[in-house]
């Protein structure tokens, strides 16, 4: 199982980091996770063909994790392929037909399956040799997080959110938590996670996770990387990565 982090940024644009995006490739076929602005323009420098694409994991319906998903769609389209299987939360459906409503040609060519999911939900994706269970995230929308296990190993993707008790549950047991990491500790935020909330929780699951990998930064947290990894050594005891455009990591 091969991860790469096509976007590792927010809404507010930044120097080398686009909006979210992870793909995964698991034998081979790729699973896309989250299609926020700049993802598609990263598909070839990641040496993948978006065409390849089919299927769609959204965590939530914001922009920085939906906004290239109609230009990938039109894209495909472009290419001959026109069909795609989007799994996300409530809304993700009356969401896409109210954009795609807008370009009639488009509508018109494509073959698009919407399959809206609710927290506790297992699922096996048309096509993958994989498990899927999702959870309800802490964000200002609903919001999934997901855990997909392949037979090479198994993440989990906290998507925006503040620290939970049930994502830190989903991720029991597995190789890799993709955790937010939105600001810099010191910062009062909600719905968004910084290095000191999530080493109030952390602790009591340091046991549990393999390795953690902190991504959606906005501006603000620039320069404070190495601190942030700092801040979690003292109650976790694996790996912390901070993830990078284009970075790969494997299970």
């Known amino acids: 199982m091969e991860i790469t982090f096509l976007g590792t940024g927010v809404a507010i644009p ?7 995006g992870v793909l995964v490739r698991l034998e081979e076929k790729p699973l896309l996770i989250d299609c926020g602005s700049g993802v598609l323009n990263r598909f070839p420098e990641a040496g993948v063909s978006h065409t390849d694409v089919d299927t769609v994991l959204l965590s939530h319906l914001h922009l ?20 795609m299987k989007i799994y996300g939360p409530e809304g993700t459906e ?18 698009v399956d919407i399959i809206e999911l609710v927290s506790g ?17 802490t964000h200002s929308v609903p919001t999934l997080a997901y855990r997909v296990t392949g037979e090479d190993g198994e993440f989990v993707y906290s998507a925006d959110t503040e620290p939970s008790r049930d994502i830190m549950d989903l991720a029991a047991e ?12 010191g910062m009062k935020v909600t719905n968004h996670t910084t290095p000191s909330s999530l080493a109030d929780i952390l602790e009591e699951y340091t046991n549990e996770i393999g390795s953690i990998c902190l991504t959606h930064f906005y ?33």
């Open 121 to 137: 939900k297992e699922f096996t994706p048309e096509g993958f040799d994989c498990e899927i269970s999702c959870t309800a995230a």
């Open 219 to 251: 501006p603000e947290m620039r320069g404070h990387e190495r601190e942030a990894v700092h801040r979690l050594k003292g109650y976790f005891e694996g790996e912390i990565i901070i993830a990078e455009d284009l970075m790969k990591l494997e299970l």
């Open 64 to 83: 920085d994790h939906v906004a290239d998903l109609h230009p990938l769609i039109k894209a495909n389209w472009l290419r001959g392929n026109t069909s």
């Open 174 to 185: 597995a190789d890799l938590l993709i955790h937010e990491c939105s600001f810099p500790s």
């Open 94 to 111: 009356e969401w896409f037909s109210k954009v795609i409503d807008a370009y009639e040609y488009l509508q018109e060519e494509v073959d």
């Open 14 to 20: 930044q120097k080398n980091r686009v909006q979210s």
